[in-house]
């Protein structure tokens, strides 16, 4: 029997009753050379964008103001809001209720983002949190439409979550290559949980957090408040437009105080 549990390189063997034989103990390296051919083939995951800062908006403004033709102080683009009430409030950019995005145009395809995100003061009881960033949109309709990725916070009871959802835009290529049937015949591209990673406990009520995703090629790799969380693969390859959400199911309460965009070189 092995007790001792202290953070460490060491392991062992534990039996909680009678009769139990152990015949056989390995421990395999925690890191393995890869073959040069091998090696060239595997895609580098990026901890950062290396490129210029192309949007940035820390929501200083007018209590009140509408979020809708807002300037971003860097970037030439303005927020569109493709559903719900978005507005300013103490520095930071709310929506009046759930099942809500927004979106800027960035004018790059592969691009770091970052949104700090302020999370309501109580932890939910029927319902769960849901702030999310969207990258790889190709337009400001849904999802569904024009396509993206959504990473998302989840309180899931305070098991913490960082999930992140898959969708190619609904182009007639898109639904052939990845669409399945609906019940009228035709095929639709539908959403996918690409990766979900438990967190716990790294968000907690009340607090700000910073979730920052990279989109580069097909390579998705998010973060929580830069610690590497995960990363996957995309079938959503193209789109400028990206953005901030709170799904139907979430809270209101949520609040986005700096949205920022870097590119790669």
């Given at each position: ?87 300013i409030h ?8 759930p099942d ?131 990363a996957a ?33």
């Open positions: 029997e092995f007790k001792d549990f202290t953070p460490g390189g060491k392991c062992g063997l534990m039996s909680a009753g009678e009769g139990t034989a152990f015949e056989q103990f390995a421990v395999w390296p925690s890191t393995v050379a890869i073959p040069s051919p091998l090696a060239d083939l595997v895609p580098p995951v990026p901890l950062h964008a290396d490129g210029p800062i192309v949007v940035d908006d820390d929501f200083q403004g007018p209590d009140g103001a509408a979020l809708e033709g807002r300037k971003a102080r860097v970037g030439a683009g303005a927020w569109r809001v493709g559903a719900g009430q978005w507005s103490d520095g930071a950019a709310a929506c009046a209720a809500s995005f927004a979106r800027i145009d960035t004018g790059v395809n592969d691009y770091e983002i970052t949104l700090k995100i302020e999370l309501p003061k109580t932890a939910p009881v029927d319902h769960d949190w849901f702030p999310a960033v969207q990258a790889r949109c190709t337009g400001i309709r849904s999802l569904y439409t024009d396509g993206g990725i959504d990473a998302r916070f989840l309180w899931q009871g305070s098991s913490n979550e960082i999930e992140v959802w898959d969708i190619p835009a609904n182009t007639p290529g898109n639904a052939s290559q990845w669409g399945d049937p609906d019940p009228s015949g035709n095929k639709i591209v539908h959403m996918k949980l690409i990766n979900a990673t438990n967190i716990t406990p790294m968000i907690r009520p009340g607090q700000t957090h910073d979730l920052r995703i990279i989109v580069r090629g097909r390579r998705v790799t998010y973060f929580c408040d830069d610690v590497l969380v995960g693969w995309t079938r959503a390859d193209r789109g400028t437009w990206a953005g901030m959400n709170i799904d139907r199911e979430g809270d209101a309460g949520c609040r986005f105080l700096k949205f920022t965009v870097r590119a790669f070189k």
